[in-house]
């Protein structure tokens, strides 16, 4: 696979600009809305920005059991967890198929839903066959337990970022990120994916690596965490640490 190639093989991008934001911004006001919790939030961006390729926006009821049963969308593709937007009964009678949904995020309009359908569900099902548990103290599923009873699938539109993204100055999407390995003439790129600090042992996994690599992709997970994690603004320190004094130029820092 050429290093630019997306999962799936398209490089999803569902943010609008100039008229047609415009325009959706207009017809925002006339529409339902749904107030998003922060993992809805955080769905909705990466939908948008293409970090879920091919997905272009929230998951029908074909994709979402394929997924569930095959760790496969419909169409084959490879796809381990089902991306989805749950909503209350009392939501999903008054949403109707074929028209748009206002996405909000506290008083942001951060765009809209093109809702194709909605369908229930089994919850305990869906935590059988994606967790391989139905135990509440798995955090996966508490919150699918705790989601509505409803699903809405449909392509959604980004039209505004959210508020209050955490450290913006590394935050870089696919697009950026792909045009960084070939300005630096990266084709071969080793990414390593942590949400805790980096220990001697991964810097030494990322060294035997970069033997064989042209670059490092360092990506942190830096949302939610468990009260007994170490904050995120020490871990992007270490980690800004490792990379100016080991890995040097040849690596990128990016969430």
Same mark, same amino acid.
């Given at each position: 696979?050429?290093?630019?190639?997306?999962?799936?093989?398209?490089?999803?991008?569902?943010?609008?600009?100039?008229?047609?934001?415009?325009? *959706?911004?207009?017809?925002?006001?006339?529409?339902? @809305?749904?107030?998003?919790?922060?993992?809805?939030?955080?769905? &909705?961006?990466?939908?948008?920005?293409?970090?879920?390729?091919?997905?272009?926006?929230?998951?029908?009821?074909?994709?979402?059991?394929?997924?569930?049963?095959?760790?496969?969308?419909?169409?084959?593709?490879?796809?381990?967890?089902?991306?989805?937007?749950?909503?209350?009964?009392?939501?999903?009678?008054?949403?109707?198929?074929?028209?748009? &949904?206002?996405?909000?995020?506290?008083?942001?309009?951060?765009?809209?839903?093109?809702?194709?359908?909605?369908?229930?569900?089994?919850?305990?099902?869906?935590?059988?066959?994606?967790?391989?548990?139905?135990?509440?103290?798995?955090?996966?599923?508490?919150? *699918?337990?705790?989601?509505?009873?409803?699903?809405?699938?449909?392509?959604?539109?980004?039209?505004?970022?959210?508020?209050?993204?955490?450290?913006?100055?590394? @935050?870089?999407?696919?697009?950026?990120?792909?045009?960084?390995?070939?300005?630096?003439?990266?084709? @071969? &790129?080793?990414?390593?994916?942590? @949400?805790?600090?980096?220990?001697?042992?991964?810097?030494?996994?990322?060294?035997?690596?970069?033997?064989?690599?042209?670059?490092?992709?360092?990506?942190?997970?830096?949302?939610?965490?468990?009260?007994?994690?170490?904050?995120?603004?020490?871990?992007?320190?270490?980690?800004?640490?490792? *990379?100016?004094?080991?890995?040097?130029?040849?690596? *990128?820092?990016?969430?």
């Amino acid at each position: 696979m050429k290093l630019t190639d997306p999962h799936g093989g398209v490089l999803v991008n569902r943010e609008v600009t100039g008229r047609e934001r415009d325009q *959706l911004m207009r017809a925002a006001s006339g529409m339902p @809305r749904l107030q998003l919790d922060a993992r809805q939030i955080s769905d &909705v961006l990466m939908i948008a920005t293409g970090a879920y390729s091919p997905i272009e926006g929230f998951m029908g009821e074909a994709d979402y059991h394929s997924v569930c049963s095959n760790m496969r969308l419909a169409n084959g593709v490879a796809w381990p967890i089902p991306i989805t937007l749950s909503v209350s009964s009392d939501d999903a009678r008054r949403l109707c198929i074929k028209k748009d &949904v206002a996405l909000y995020q506290d008083h942001l309009l951060l765009g809209v839903l093109h809702l194709e359908e909605k369908y229930s569900y089994g919850k305990a099902h869906q935590a059988d066959l994606v967790y391989r548990t139905t135990d509440q103290l798995h955090p996966g599923v508490q919150a *699918l337990y705790n989601q509505g009873d409803w699903l809405l699938g449909g392509r959604i539109s980004l039209i505004n970022r959210p508020d209050d993204v955490s450290f913006p100055e590394y @935050r870089k999407d696919p697009s950026e990120t792909r045009t960084i390995f070939i300005n630096r003439g990266w084709r @071969r &790129v080793v990414a390593f994916q942590t @949400r805790n600090p980096v220990h001697r042992a991964h810097e030494y996994i990322q060294k035997c690596a970069m033997e064989i690599a042209d670059g490092l992709l360092l990506h942190p997970l830096v949302g939610e965490t468990k009260s007994d994690d170490v904050p995120a603004d020490v871990r992007m320190r270490s980690y800004e640490k490792i *990379l100016s004094t080991t890995i040097r130029s040849r690596a *990128l820092f990016s969430q």
